[in-house]
Nanobody, 115 residues
């Protein structure tokens, strides 16, 4: 059974850091592009970062470039999102997605940036 389980969300102050993890199972993780999306109520889902199957290439939304880092460990079937210099506008539910011939989604984890 396919599972994507995010963890690491929580409350953090502006300027702080948070590291999200997404543990995958039930499919061939190493074949999939992994992505992190975020969504705020009333706004469209936003792709914030992606990483190719081998980890050789990454892409970021302009809003997070220079602050967020996506990485993956195929041996651990895990993708990470290191979030630095967090801003209140980063507040959202963050979702992990695996993309190949179809897409799988995690349940999401709440990130709140507030003082």
């Amino acid at each position: 059974q396919v599972q994507l389980v995010e963890s690491g969300g929580g409350l953090v102050q502006p300027g702080g850091s948070l590291r999200l993890s997404c543990a995958a199972s039930g499919f061939t993780f190493s074949m999939y592009v992994m992505k992190w999306y975020r969504q705020t109520p009333g706004k469209e889902r936003e792709l914030v970062a992606s990483i190719t199957s081998t980890g050789g290439n990454t892409n970021y939304a302009d809003s997070v470039k220079g602050r967020f880092i996506i990485s993956r460990d195929n041996a651990k079937n895990t993708v990470y999102l290191q979030m630095n210099s967090l801003k209140p506008e980063d507040t959202a539910v963050y979702y992990c997605s695996a993309s190949y011939l179809r897409a799988y989604w995690g349940q999401g984890t709440q990130v709140t940036v507030s003082s």
